[in-house]
């Protein structure tokens, strides 16, 4: 049996609050877009007693045994949702692990959408969320790689026709553990997406915005705090934000031009650390 190719698109938070915690997790909102930059994964049915995945490419590295895709087979296992069908999936990691651009968690969604696409699961929009939420709290949002707003109440908003964003994208040669960032959050943010809408993804909105973990990184890692003082000094971009938990900056600009001139000037400085530029789609 011939493989199928599903790309898995890079997620970026816009902007990103901490607004509490449950007893289990903190409560987050956030503005979110997807870049063109994606892991590769190829999956195909086979004869065996179990599935079989296997991790190719730069950031194949490191990555265990147990994982998102692991975790998302043995949900819908027990669910009995697979009819004892097992599948071989090969995934060539192109987006760096821990580095807050959801890799692992938007494998998995992209392996879910492409189950139900296919009819080898079969689940309601509610049954499905509530998978993609016991994998992790970011899979929801990779279910339609689209520019959304996620609230407090956990709800999403998809948007269409918003003005793409040129990107660089920036990791040193260290990741970020999530929840060791997450439990060092002290204080909470005032909710201020409750009334999502499109303007939120206006430039001149994002710049007035935050990630609040980021300080807390910054603090942590004092080579991140210069690299992002480098980006916006010599850079000169719109703004310039960590994603997620980190350890990943992203400087956005205006053209493509200035994103590729931005890009030359950091490999000058920082030629061991990964960078690249992409844009929103």
Not at 160 to 185: A, E, H, Y
Not at 196 to 208: I, R
Not at 240 to 245: I, K
């Amino acid at each position: 049996m011939l493989y199928s190719k599903i790309k898995s698109y890079a997620k970026l938070n816009l902007a990103l609050n901490v607004t509490g915690k449950n007893s289990f997790l903190h409560k987050i909102e956030s503005i979110v877009a997807f870049v063109s930059l994606h892991d590769e994964i190829y999956i195909k049915k086979i004869k065996s007693k179990s599935h079989n995945i296997l991790f190719i490419g730069k950031f194949s590295q490191n990555i265990g045994k147990s994982n998102s895709i692991s975790k998302l087979l043995n949900i819908l296992e027990k669910k009995k949702l697979l009819n004892n069908q097992k599948f071989k999936i090969k995934i060539k990691k192109n987006i760096p692990n821990q580095a807050g651009l959801g890799g692992g968690s938007m494998n998995a969604a992209s392996i879910l959408n492409y189950f139900v696409k296919k009819k080898i699961i079969k689940t309601n929009k509610k049954k499905l969320y509530e998978i993609a939420k016991k994998v992790s709290s970011d899979v929801i949002l990779g279910l339609n790689s689209s520019y959304s707003i996620l609230n407090i109440k956990n709800e999403i908003k998809k948007f269409d026709n918003i003005k793409k964003l040129n990107v660089m994208i920036v990791k040193p040669n260290f990741g970020c553990s999530t929840k060791k960032i997450f439990m060092n959050v002290k204080k909470f943010d005032k909710p201020k997406l409750n009334k999502p809408n499109k303007k939120m993804f206006s430039v001149n909105y994002l710049k007035n915005m935050k990630n609040s973990l980021e300080p807390i990184v910054l603090l942590k890692y004092n080579k991140l705090r210069k690299i992002k003082f480098f980006l916006e000094n010599s850079c000169k971009p719109n703004f310039v934000r960590m994603t997620g938990s980190g350890s990943a900056l992203v400087a956005y600009f205006p053209s493509k031009e200035r994103c590729d001139k931005a890009k030359k000037q950091f490999n000058r400085k920082y030629k061991n650390y990964w960078c690249i530029t992409s844009k929103t789609i």
